[in-house]
């Protein structure tokens, strides 16, 4: 199993980015992905998460202003953020298995 991240960047305030979780090993039709997040010195939060049947999570933090999405033909998963905020500044990891796997993270920066 291997998840790598893209589409992390710089945003302002407000502004909205689309990060991406490339998967490998399995599909994303036959395990739940979730998205988490860390900002430095602190730990991992969760964030967002989508199961087999397409339903979704999410946390109160970015309920409303975040989706997490399926692409199968791609084998993706992708978490759209809008109106970000400096609070949203972390690296957004995606993870499956349980937490079992993990992909080396996307930086995504909320600044003016």
């Known amino acids: 199993v291997r998840l790598v991240e893209s589409g992390g960047g710089l945003v302002h305030p407000g502004g909205s980015r689309t990060v991406s979780c490339l998967a490998s090993?399995?599909?994303?039709?036959?395990?739940?992905v979730a998205w988490a997040r860390q900002v430095p010195g602190k730990g991992f939060e969760w964030v967002a998460e989508?199961?087999?049947?397409?339903?979704?999570d999410y946390a109160d933090s970015v309920q409303g202003r975040f989706t997490i999405s399926k692409d199968n033909a791609r084998n993706t998963v992708n978490l759209r953020m809008n109106n970000l905020n400096s609070e949203d500044t972390a690296v957004y990891y995606c993870t499956t298995g349980g937490l079992g796997y993990w992909g080396q993270g996307t930086q995504v920066t909320v600044a003016s």
């Open positions: 090993g399995f599909t994303v039709n036959t395990d739940p």
């Open positions: 989508i199961y087999i049947d397409d339903t979704t």
